[in-house]
C-alpha cells in the first residue's frame, strides 16, 4: 500500500513542476501559447486558467498523499528502538576512567611573548 502511495506521490510532484512551468509567469517564462489571438480552439486565457486549475488539483492530490503517508509511516513505526530489535545489549561505559586533560594554569591562555619583543605593534607611519 506504502509502495502505491509513494509512486503516485511522485507522479504527481513530476507532474505539478510540470504545469507550473508551463504556466505564463509575468516576464513569460515557459509560458505555451502566446502572441495573437488566433483562430485556435483555446485562447491564451482558457489555456491559463486551465492550467490553474489543473495545478490546484495536482496540488491537493500531492497534499492528500502527502498525508496518506504520513498516517501510514505512524502506524508501521514500533515504539522499540533499533537496539531493541536487534536483541543486543547496548554497550557497556568503559571501566576504566577516561585520561584528564592537562591542567590549564591559572590567568590568561595566551601564548608566552618573546621578551624582546613590545606588547603592542607598532605605530603604522
Known amino acids: 500500500m506504502q509502495t502505491v502511495v509513494l509512486v503516485v506521490h511522485l507522479?504527481?510532484?513530476?507532474?505539478?513542476?510540470?504545469?507550473?512551468?508551463?504556466?505564463?509567469?509575468?516576464?513569460?517564462g515557459l509560458g505555451m501559447g502566446g502572441g495573437g489571438g488566433g483562430g485556435g480552439a483555446m485562447t491564451g486565457r482558457q489555456a491559463a486558467n486551465a492550467l490553474t486549475k489543473?495545478?490546484?488539483?495536482?496540488?491537493?492530490?500531492?497534499?492528500?498523499?502527502?498525508?496518506?503517508?504520513?498516517?501510514?509511516?505512524?502506524?508501521?513505526a514500533q515504539s522499540d528502538s533499533v537496539i531493541e530489535r536487534l536483541g543486543t545489549e547496548a554497550p557497556a561505559a568503559?571501566?576504566?576512567?577516561?585520561?584528564?586533560?592537562?591542567?590549564?594554569?591559572?590567568?590568561?591562555?595566551?601564548?608566552?611573548?618573546?621578551?624582546?619583543?613590545?606588547?603592542?605593534?607598532?605605530?603604522?607611519?
Open 11 to 28: 507522479i504527481l510532484a513530476l507532474l505539478l513542476i510540470l504545469v507550473v512551468l508551463m504556466q505564463r509567469s509575468e516576464g513569460g
Open 54 to 76: 489543473l495545478t490546484w488539483v495536482l496540488a491537493a492530490g500531492f497534499l492528500a498523499t502527502s498525508l496518506a503517508l504520513t498516517i501510514i509511516a505512524a502506524r508501521n
Open 94 to 125: 568503559p571501566a576504566t576512567a577516561p585520561a584528564t586533560a592537562p591542567a590549564v594554569p591559572e590567568g590568561d591562555l595566551l601564548p608566552p611573548a618573546p621578551t624582546d619583543s613590545p606588547a603592542t605593534p607598532p605605530k603604522a607611519q
